[in-house]
């Protein structure tokens, strides 16, 4: 059986055992074979400086991790994998360098979402498991055009090493964590795409990549994309380079639409990441020459109120929009705040930019009105920048008197941006304002804190926490980590 591997990160975890230092990354991903046969490929690699290490049978010292991978389906064990992962040999146990090990390790699934369950355990120490869990679905589809998950690196190069990471002919350094540092002027990425053959007989797909704001998804500039055209089969292998020198420091997606002839849309994917590139900002010059004269912006002449309406931006603008009115806002004169009002406006509707700010505003009023409390506007709250930034949730889930918890609501999205199944938890610890901070959510971007369930149950006063104790226990009147995964 012939096996076409999709490489991609499909999300990241850093598993850190604090009692033992012991620091895992796992970067699982999805492919499928060129028979239609999903599996997920699980990548393990070791910090080998945060290992114990015991003599072996030939008298060296060695180190072993024990790694098992579950996938559950409605709490039935549908695969499991069991592995353990062997340094080098060394003749000593305090070697001052003693390089990462890793392997990588196969998973047959179908089709569907699954429950991943993760236990990482240093053997040669005396020390519980490193538990993770995560959700991930599967989806490659034998009667239409689907797309892997989106590879991003830090280098592509003809010249193969012979690696685990040579595949198409290149040489690839993955890009873990998804985050791009300044030194990078160019973004390689790669992905595979199944079954055009199907929908578009002897004739070429055109495959288009850009790259867009995770915020509000425009594009921050025209170069930041990349277009080929490839002959449809079975499985074609789109391998590109997007130049970035001007992306500047921000959230983002990597877009990549399959296209027939026609234009006509047959498959899209993205993949999100950071990028770090401080030196490039917003100045007055660049919004200088945009002409608000006989526009709704021209009609705005009260600089408080201007003022109040830029700060109402907040939430849906891009990193360096924020630091551009941060920073600047104050110290321009009312015509350049009026041409940044305007250009904002232009950015996300060029046809119809008053409508988008008219049915923006109705949507600042109602957070205001929903979320603010005597001393903070509902704009500024943590639900009101989430329900202006991705929408209202499909569904709320609210915990005003749980006699062991603060205030809570999980908020529940079907689909949030670029992600499915996605969920915010939010509580009250002054139990008197209706500011409720946002605590934890699984939406790439957002602030996830792994010791959520106890900070929520009035366990946020203890200064210290255990990664082997993350549960608060069950206990009457209620539990937020039902909440959180019954409200689905």
């Not at 699954?114 to 989806?139: C, E, G, H, M, R």
């Not at 321009?332 to 940044?340: A, D, N």
């Not at 939010?426 to 369930?453: C, M």
């Amino acid at each position: 059986m012939k096996k076409i591997t999709i490489i991609t990160i499909f999300y990241m975890m850093l598993c850190t055992s604090y009692t033992q230092k012991l620091s895992v990354l796992i970067d699982y991903k999805s492919y499928c074979t060129a028979e239609n046969e999903p599996y997920l490929q699980i990548s393990s690699f070791v910090n080998g400086q945060t290992v114990s290490y015991l003599i072996n049978e030939q008298g060296k010292f060695q180190a072993e991790v024990r790694i098992t991978v579950q996938a559950f389906q409605r709490d039935s064990l549908i695969n499991k994998l069991d592995y353990i992962l062997v340094s080098e040999n060394f003749e000593d146990s305090i070697a001052s360098s003693k390089p990462n090990f890793g392997d990588i390790q196969n998973m047959q699934l179908f089709n569907g979402e699954y429950l991943l369950q993760f236990s990482l355990q240093d053997i040669n120490a005396a020390t519980k498991p490193v538990y993770y869990t995560d959700i991930v679905v599967i989806n490659y589809p034998d009667d239409n055009v689907s797309i892997s998950d989106i590879s991003l690196y830090k280098n592509a190069s003809k010249d193969q090493t012979g690696d685990i990471f040579d595949k198409y002919g290149f040489s690839f350094e993955p890009l873990f964590y998804s985050f791009v540092p300044e030194t990078m002027f160019t973004l390689p990425f790669s992905c595979e795409i199944y079954n055009t053959d199907k929908l578009v007989k002897d004739e070429t797909v055109i495959i288009k990549s850009y790259i867009t704001c995770f915020e509000n998804n425009l594009m921050p500039f025209l170069e930041a994309r990349y277009s080929s055209q490839i002959k449809a089969k079975p499985v074609v292998v789109a391998v590109g380079e997007i130049g970035i020198f001007k992306l500047p420091s921000g959230n983002y997606n990597l877009i990549v639409d399959v296209l027939n002839k026609d234009s006509v849309l047959l498959a899209t994917n993205s993949h999100f990441f950071q990028r770090s590139n401080p030196k490039i900002k917003l100045s007055i010059d660049d919004i200088n020459t945009v002409t608000v004269k006989n526009t709704f912006v021209d009609q705005i002449t009260d600089t408080t109120k201007l003022l109040e309406y830029v700060r109402f931006l907040y939430p849906i603008s891009t990193p360096v929009e924020k630091d551009f009115y941060t920073v600047t806002m104050k110290k321009i004169p009312t015509e350049s705040l009026q041409k940044f009002f305007y250009s904002f406006w232009l950015k996300r509707d060029p046809i119809y930019p008053q409508k988008a700010w008219e049915t923006y505003l109705e949507k600042v009023n109602y957070v205001n009105k929903t979320f603010g409390c005597k001393i903070v506007q509902g704009y500024r709250t943590d639900r009101g920048r989430v329900y202006l930034q991705y929408g209202p949730p499909n569904s709320i889930f609210e915990s005003p008197y749980d006699s062991h918890s603060y205030p809570y609501e999980v908020w529940h999205y079907y689909y949030c941006v670029d992600q499915a199944n996605v969920k915010f938890i939010f509580y009250n610890t002054d139990l008197v304002s209706n500011d409720y901070q946002l605590l934890h959510s699984d939406k790439r971007g957002e602030i996830q804190d792994p010791f959520w369930k106890l900070k929520v149950t009035f366990r946020d006063r203890v200064p210290y926490y255990n990664m082997d104790d993350l549960e608060p226990g069950n206990y009457f009147g209620g539990n937020p980590k039902d909440d959180w995964f019954i409200h689905r």
